[in-house]
C-alpha cells in the first residue's frame, strides 16, 4: 500500500513530537532526584577527606541517611557547611553565606594572568568550606577548590589540619580528565601521597610541587609524585592547591583561624 508524501512527512512529525513530549517529561521529572544526587555525591566527597571514617567504613558505600548523619551538628563527630569571605577571612554560617555568594552572583574579581594560575573563570567574593569536628572539637577544614586540567576545569576538596600548615587530603567530584592518564586523580593510591604533605617552605607563600615519576625519598615535605602520561593535568592540580592556599585564596582564613596562623 503506497503513502502519500503527505501522510509520511506528517505521520514522521507526529511521532518526533510525540518523542519530544516524553524525553522532554522524563527530564523535568527526573532533575529534582537529579539534583539530590548530586548534592548527596558533593557530600560523599567531603566526607572522603574529614577523617571521620575508619578504613574499615570506607569499604562499605554510606547510604543517604549516613551521609546526612554526618552533617548533624548534634552528633560529636560532624561537619557544618560554612561559607569564607576570602577578602577578609571572616566566616558567614550556610544560611548566611548563601544569602550573601546568591547577593553577590556574577560578581568577581579581576586577576592578572599572572596571578591567576589556577585559570578560574571567576573569583567569587564568598567560597564555601567544611569545619570538621570530633568529639565536638574542631579537628580539621575542608576547603572547596577548582582549576583547569588538560580537558576540564577540576573541582574538589583540600582538606588542611587545624595547624593551618598540613595537608590532610585532596579528592574531586568533578571533572573531565583522560581516563587512565588525567583521571588518575581519582586514583587512592595517589591521593593518599597528598596526606601530610607541607605546602609553605616559607610562611604564607604556598609552594606545592608535582613531580614527575616518584618525589625523592627523604626529600621536601611539598614534592608530590606526578601523573604518568599527564604531565598537564598534574600542573593544574599543582597550580590550583597553591592559588587557593595563596593570598587570594584561603591564605586570609587560614591565618585567622589555625593555630600556625595565630
Known amino acids: 500500500m503506497a503513502y502519500s508524501n503527505g501522510y509520511i512527512i506528517g505521520f514522521a512529525t507526529a511521532v518526533c513530537v510525540v518523542c519530544s513530549i516524553f524525553v522532554a517529561g522524563s527530564a523535568v521529572s527526573l532533575k529534582e532526584q537529579q539534583v539530590k544526587n548530586a548534592v548527596l555525591d ?12 575508619t578504613e574499615a567504613d570506607k569499604a562499605t558505600p554510606l547510604t543517604e541517611d549516613q551521609v546526612n548523619k554526618f552533617f548533624d551538628p548534634k552528633e560529636a563527630n560532624h561537619i557544618e557547611e560554612k561559607y569564607v569571605e576570602l577578602a577578609t577571612g571572616k566566616t558567614l554560617d550556610s544560611a548566611e553565606g548563601q544569602k550573601m555568594v546568591q547577593a553577590n552572583k556574577g560578581l568577581c574579581t579581576e586577576l592578572s594572568a599572572k596571578e591567576n594560575i589556577a585559570k578560574i573563570n571567576c573569583l567569587p567574593k564568598y567560597k564555601r568550606i567544611y569545619e570538621i569536628y570530633k568529639d565536638n572539637k574542631l579537628s580539621r577544614l575542608v576547603l572547596e577548590v577548582e582549576g583547569k586540567g588538560l580537558w576540564s576545569t577540576l573541582q574538589g576538596f583540600l582538606a588542611m589540619g587545624t595547624d593551618g600548615q598540613t ?4 579528592t574531586f567530584y568533578k571533572h573531565g580528565e583522560t581516563p587512565g592518564l588525567g583521571g588518575e586523580v581519582d586514583n587512592p593510591k ?3 601521597g597528598w596526606v601530610g604533605a607541607k605546602p609553605f617552605t616559607t610562611p604564607n607563600k604556598p609552594a606545592i610541587k608535582i613531580v614527575k615519576g616518584s618525589a625523592p625519598a627523604n626529600d621536601s615535605d611539598n614534592l608530590i609524585d ?3 602520561g599527564a604531565t598537564l593535568t598534574s600542573n593544574g592540580v599543582e597550580y590550583l592547591v597553591n592559588f587557593w592556599l595563596g593570598k587570594h585564596g584561603y591564605a586570609t582564613y ?4 589555625t593555630k600556625g596562623g595565630k
Do not use: F, P, T
Open 42 to 53: 558533593l557530600k560523599k566527597n567531603v566526607i572522603s577527606v574529614s577523617d571521620l571514617q
Open 167 to 170: 595537608i590532610q587530603g585532596l
Open 190 to 192: 595517589w591521593k593518599s
Open 226 to 228: 606526578g601523573l604518568s
Open 254 to 257: 587560614l591565618a585567622k583561624n
